[in-house]
């Protein structure tokens, strides 16, 4: 396998924007991955595209605004994991030695799809869907365990939500621009208790891209390439198996792997962007990624060190809390920034001196599975 | 006019004298228990499986009440996982919630209820109650 390096990022403003097209803001990320690689659309040879609601054969759709015909394209489905399954796709592509040059895009147009300012409606056959399940409510089963277990107070899972809409405001790509606090969290609108709306991420519209290319060539395109250290991708297991519902077992088990491939450890991890559909999401992501012990999420809020200048900033973009959460557009979103800080180009978010950056999507909801998958990609400079 | 009432799904649960009991299967190689039956066991692929009927009883391992409209049932409503003696956790609705606040690691009991109605059909299902008069005696 050869080591492959992202030479390029792009990505749109994130935001409800009804009015766009998914063309037009698929092919705007692309073709500011394009500029940022300094590389001509002639020589992209392949690309992944993912979305769960933009309908058939997405890639071509927007490779044809762009100006890109006649290449390989594969149009990729995994619910919130999608974008980071097409860049998995890119990546595996090119250090098999198949391509040499590659695009990962991620788009959705949340507001236009059929589960505009829905819940995402359950599959048919599933029987805890049937009995009034929902993806809010599985994440307040899991709250409520962690808060029985671990005793962590609303009060750190608000934490989560101040931090990421502080992050937000630093970030001109993020969909909310506004400061929380922990009162306007607690009190907003009750969802599933204990969740409340200000604790749960908003429907969202935008694209991501990303280029790929082996680490060998990657100096002819640019002076800060990023390489790939390690790419996970698991399907979730059993309910019956998983040991608590206060953690996920599945994101633990990718994350021993992704470190392994990486030869590093938690302690390595200069900079994070995790999966934060909700509050307790990352709280509980802490311990499963090695950041802190299981329980101790909620001091790692306490004590700030998941700030922007904490030990282990996690989220610096906002988050899909606070930046949005465009489902398949999210894991090309979360390379671009992770790349953005290894750079040195985060702006006003900027995680100074970051090395070695983390990436972790989860995506889809199984009867029977603890998740639909689990996405670990480790980036360094 | 009457309506026809329908479970939820056929071979989920029975109900008897003693009323209701979810119909699981174990795995005769392995003995892991399984909730709904499977015709394999998850865990050895023996496909050598008996019938078992789970207790009437478990203990409460984590709820949340729902405040939003989700497509049979409107809020707010109750909802949860019962951890049975077999070893087996379920899903299910959770009823008399609104009189006493439910506890992690209460006792549950099964009851049959409706679950949602239809122009022709009632359709039931199993879901949980805390059994609050035997904690407090």
């Known amino acids: 396998m050869r080591e492959v390096a992202v030479i390029g990022v792009g990505s749109t403003v994130f935001g409800k924007f009804p009015e766009r097209l998914l063309e037009a803001m698929g092919s705007e990320a692309v073709w500011a991955a394009i500029n940022d690689a300094n590389i001509s659309p002639k020589e992209i040879q392949f690309a992944h595209c993912s979305t769960l609601f933009g309908g058939a054969v997405c890639g071509q759709r927007i490779l044809t605004e762009v100006g890109i015909s006649g290449i390989e394209v594969v149009n990729v489905e995994n619910a919130c994991a999608g974008g980071a399954t097409a860049f998995r796709g890119v990546w595996y592509a090119i250090a098999s030695g198949l391509y040499d040059i590659g695009l990962a895009i991620g788009a959705e147009s949340m507001t236009t799809s059929p589960i505009a300012g829905k819940l995402i409606p359950p599959a048919a056959g599933d029987l805890a869907g049937e009995m009034g399940n929902s993806a809010p409510a599985h994440f307040a089963l899991s709250m409520r365990r962690h808060m029985e277990k671990y005793g962590t107070t609303l009060e750190q899972f608000a934490g989560v939500s101040v931090k990421n809409h502080h992050n937000g405001c630093l970030n001109p790509y993020s969909q909310y621009k506004k400061e929380l606090s922990i009162e306007e969290i607690l009190n907003s609108r009750m969802i599933c208790d204990p969740i409340t709306l200000l604790q749960c991420c908003p429907n969202t519209d935008g694209a991501a891209a990303v280029i790929l290319c082996p680490m060998s060539i990657a100096r002819k395109y640019t002076n800060k390439p990023i390489s790939v250290a390690a790419s996970v991708l698991k399907m979730g297991d059993y309910v019956s198996r998983w040991k608590d519902l206060a953690s996920s077992d599945l994101t633990v088990k990718c994350t021993r792997e992704a470190y392994e491939m990486a030869g590093l450890g938690p302690e390595d991890i200069d900079v994070c962007e995790l999966h934060d559909a909700f509050t307790y999401s990352e709280l509980s992501h802490y311990e499963e990624l090695g950041f802190c012990q299981y329980g101790e999420g909620g001091r790692l809020i306490d004590e700030g060190i998941t700030e922007i200048k904490g030990r282990i900033p996690v989220n610096p973009s906002g988050g899909l809390l606070s930046r949005g959460h465009p489902l398949s557009a999210t894991g090309v979103e979360q390379i671009a920034e992770i790349v953005w800080h290894l750079r040195g180009e985060a702006g006003k978010r900027q995680v100074a001196g970051a090395k070695v950056g983390l990436a972790h999507t989860m995506g889809g909801e199984v009867a029977n599975l603890e998740a639909g998958s689990c996405a670990i990609h480790i980036l360094k400079r | ?137």
């Open chain 2, 1 to 137: 006019m009457k309506r026809e009432r329908t479970p939820l799904r056929e071979g989920l649960f029975t109900e008897d004298v003693e009323g209701g009991a979810l119909l699981a299967s174990r795995c005769k190689s392995c003995g892991q228990v399984f909730f709904p039956k499977r015709g394999h066991c998850l865990d050895c692929f023996s496909q050598d499986m008996e019938p078992v009927i789970l207790g009437r009883t478990g203990k409460l391992y984590t709820f949340t009440i729902v405040h939003m409209p989700t497509e049979h049932y409107d809020p707010p409503y109750c909802i949860g996982w019962v951890e049975f003696p077999e070893g087996v956790r379920v899903f299910g609705q959770i009823k008399g919630w609104e009189s006493q606040p439910l506890k992690i690691g209460m006792e549950m009991k099964l009851v049959i209820d409706t679950l949602w109605q239809e122009a022709e059909k009632e359709v039931i299902g199993y879901k949980f109650e805390p059994l609050f008069q035997d904690a407090e005696t």
